[in-house]
């Protein structure tokens, strides 16, 4: 891991919504910078604008004021086609509800991006089956996402988000639906991913069992940035609290 | 290494849907939906049976009676294909039905599937892509039931005008009009299922537009944050 390669940094984020008359402040002045390899956890209430800020790092939305850089580009600088190309080729997402399409089988869902990405049916069947023996469910690619437990069902998810080998995938909540011991194998699948492929990955939780995995933590607090630990400071509290299940 | 290689570069804005692709996605949309896309269908199937009976009933009609009138008194005269006034309001306000239950019938097909919308788009795909996918998946459905709806349009066509005839076949078929009626207008039984199924898919598009673009146009986190 190169350690100063830096992947998506963020200068001075700001972000407001409009609520009837009032103003609300989501991201208030965020500053951070995310290195290639690095896995960095968000932590922080509902609220707290960490969902915001995952979105604004993941080119779903656009700050109101400050600019987020992926990969040396401005986000505000680019067209519809570019974002798109963007999330397709440099992103992957893996979400709390797993979000599959449900009319698809998991190798369908797997190679969806792959379409967009332009591969042909061939390349995308070899490489979309072997993403998923990578997350453990070689022999379930016909499946459809309703046969399929919430584990398997976020497997397919991760499997979707390697799909064109992105340089950051992004997990909202990946844990949340799933019960504490499924949420720990997929915790664990990403650090192997996060370390044998060398994929950043960027995940807003409040799973404290992330925490054991994380290289940083960036905690959020009133749309601000409270704190960033590196993981040796924080090994310490881990201990007692890995057993909790929020 | 590589992907540091291709970042250097500058974004290449290629997203692809290919059209072959696209048709087998909406294809599988349907096929999972089944009897909600049978439903529609009916419609469509309805709506377009009741058009082509109309047309084509008046002009066998005007045939049959045009030949009959040339060997009575050998004077074409009262055989005019022309269609009822009443007829065509009930036409076009069956057509307006149609419509009006295929856009509900996307509108909620879209509804239900904002969240996929969403997860598509952050997948990288482009607005029009979506959109391709609803009118492709409501003309699917705009043709299937066009063109049932055309053949049982046609069929009963036949049957009222058989009935009329005494179910006397050769009546009927003698200078059956195939391609013209008797002015030698291009509103015979063949163009007229053309015109159905043409239609059919049509009604079925225009239905799909508004929902579809909507659809498109969500921004993909609003489209995910959406439950329903």
Same mark, same amino acid.
């Given at each position: 891991?190169?350690?100063?390669?830096?992947?998506?940094?963020?200068?001075?984020?700001?972000? &407001?919504? %409009?609520?009837?008359?009032?103003?609300?402040?989501?991201?208030?002045?965020?500053?951070?910078?995310?290195?290639?390899?690095?896995?960095?956890?968000?932590?922080?209430?509902?609220? $707290?604008?960490? $969902?915001?800020?995952?979105?604004?790092?993941?080119?779903?939305?656009?700050?109101?004021?400050?600019?987020?850089?992926? &990969?040396?580009?401005?986000?505000?600088?680019?067209?519809?086609?570019?974002?798109?190309?963007?999330?397709?080729?440099?992103?992957?997402?893996?979400?709390?509800?797993?979000?599959?399409?449900?009319?698809?089988?998991?190798?369908?869902?797997?190679?969806? /991006?792959?379409?967009?990405?332009?591969?042909? /049916?061939?390349?995308?069947?070899?490489?979309?089956?072997?993403?998923?023996?990578?997350?453990?469910?070689?022999?379930?690619? $016909?499946?459809?996402?309703?046969?399929?437990?919430?584990?398997?069902?976020?497997?397919?998810?991760?499997?979707?988000?390697?799909?064109?080998?992105?340089?950051?995938?992004?997990?909202?909540?990946?844990?949340?639906?799933?019960?504490?011991?499924?949420?720990?194998?997929?915790?664990?699948?990403?650090? &192997?991913?996060?370390? $044998?492929?060398?994929?950043?990955?960027?995940?807003?939780?409040?799973?404290?069992?992330?925490?054991?995995?994380?290289? %940083?933590?960036?905690?959020?607090?009133?749309?601000?940035?409270?704190?960033?630990?590196?993981?040796?400071?924080?090994?310490?509290?881990?201990?007692?609290?890995?057993?909790?299940?929020? | !290494?590589?992907?540091?290689?291709?970042?250097?570069?500058?974004?290449?804005?290629?997203?692809?849907?290919?059209?072959?692709?696209?048709?087998?996605?909406?294809?599988?949309?349907?096929?999972?939906?089944?009897?909600?896309?049978?439903?529609?269908?009916?419609?469509?199937?309805?709506?377009?049976?009741?058009?082509?009976?109309?047309?084509?009933?008046?002009?066998?009609?005007?045939?049959?009676?045009?030949?009959?009138?040339?060997?009575?008194?050998?004077?074409?005269?009262?055989?005019?294909?022309?269609?009822?006034?009443?007829?065509?309001?009930?036409?076009? !306000?069956?057509?307006?039905? =149609?419509?009006?239950?295929?856009?509900?019938?996307?509108? !909620?097909?879209?509804?239900?599937?904002?969240?996929?919308?969403?997860?598509?788009?952050?997948?990288?795909?482009?607005?029009?892509?979506?959109?391709?996918?609803?009118?492709?998946?409501?003309?699917?459905?705009?043709?299937?039931?066009?063109?049932?709806?055309?053949?049982?349009?046609?069929?009963?066509?036949?049957?009222?005008?058989?009935?009329?005839?005494?179910?006397?076949?050769?009546?009927?078929?003698?200078?059956?009009?195939?391609?013209?009626?008797?002015?030698?207008?291009?509103?015979?039984?063949?163009?007229?299922?053309?015109?159905? =199924?043409?239609?059919?898919?049509?009604?079925?598009?225009?239905?799909?537009?508004?929902?579809?673009?909507?659809?498109?146009?969500?921004?993909?986190?609003?489209?995910?944050?959406?439950?329903?």
């Amino acid at each position: 891991m190169a350690a100063n390669d830096i992947v998506v940094s963020a200068i001075g984020v700001h972000k &407001e919504y %409009r609520m009837g008359s009032e103003v609300v402040h989501a991201l208030d002045g965020i500053d951070i910078d995310i290195y290639r390899g690095e896995y960095l956890s968000l932590m922080g209430p509902s609220g $707290s604008g960490k $969902s915001t800020l995952f979105n604004m790092i993941g080119a779903l939305d656009q700050p109101t004021k400050g600019d987020v850089f992926i &990969e040396g580009e401005n986000m505000a600088q680019l067209t519809m086609e570019q974002l798109a190309w963007i999330r397709c080729n440099r992103m992957g997402y893996i979400f709390q509800s797993f979000n599959l399409l449900i009319v698809m089988t998991a190798l369908e869902n797997v190679t969806l /991006p792959m379409i967009f990405a332009g591969l042909s /049916p061939k390349q995308r069947e070899e490489r979309g089956k072997e993403l998923l023996s990578i997350v453990g469910l070689g022999d379930r690619w $016909s499946h459809r996402p309703t046969e399929l437990s919430g584990g398997q069902q976020q497997r397919v998810a991760i499997a979707r988000a390697l799909a064109n080998d992105p340089d950051i995938v992004l997990a909202d909540e990946p844990t949340a639906n799933l019960d504490t011991k499924t949420g720990r194998e997929i915790i664990n699948l990403l650090k &192997e991913l996060n370390e $044998s492929q060398n994929v950043t990955i960027v995940s807003a939780t409040h799973d404290l069992k992330m925490l054991d995995v994380s290289d %940083r933590v960036v905690y959020i607090r009133d749309g601000k940035v409270e704190q960033i630990r590196a993981r040796d400071e924080i090994d310490i509290h881990v201990g007692s609290l890995a057993g909790e299940h929020e | !290494m590589e992907q540091q290689a291709q970042s250097d570069s500058a974004i290449r804005s290629q997203i692809r849907l290919p059209f072959s692709e696209a048709v087998r996605i909406s294809f599988q949309s349907l096929k999972i939906r089944f009897w909600r896309s049978i439903i529609t269908t009916l419609g469509i199937l309805f709506g377009i049976a009741f058009l082509v009976a109309v047309i084509s009933g008046n002009t066998i009609e005007a045939a049959v009676q045009a030949d009959e009138t040339q060997t009575v008194d050998s004077l074409a005269q009262e055989a005019e294909p022309s269609i009822p006034p009443h007829q065509v309001w009930l036409v076009i !306000m069956s057509l307006i039905v =149609c419509v009006v239950g295929i856009s509900n019938a996307m509108l !909620m097909s879209v509804t239900e599937r904002f969240r996929e919308i969403g997860t598509m788009k952050c997948l990288g795909a482009l607005d029009r892509f979506v959109v391709l996918l609803f009118l492709l998946e409501s003309s699917l459905q705009g043709l299937a039931g066009a063109i049932a709806g055309s053949i049982v349009g046609t069929l009963f066509a036949l049957l009222v005008n058989l009935r009329a005839a005494g179910w006397s076949l050769w009546r009927v078929f003698y200078q059956f009009p195939w391609f013209t009626d008797v002015n030698g207008a291009p509103l015979g039984v063949a163009p007229v299922i053309l015109i159905g =199924c043409l239609v059919g898919m049509a009604l079925a598009v225009i239905g799909a537009a508004g929902p579809a673009f909507r659809a498109a146009k969500m921004p993909p986190v609003e489209a995910m944050r959406v439950e329903v």
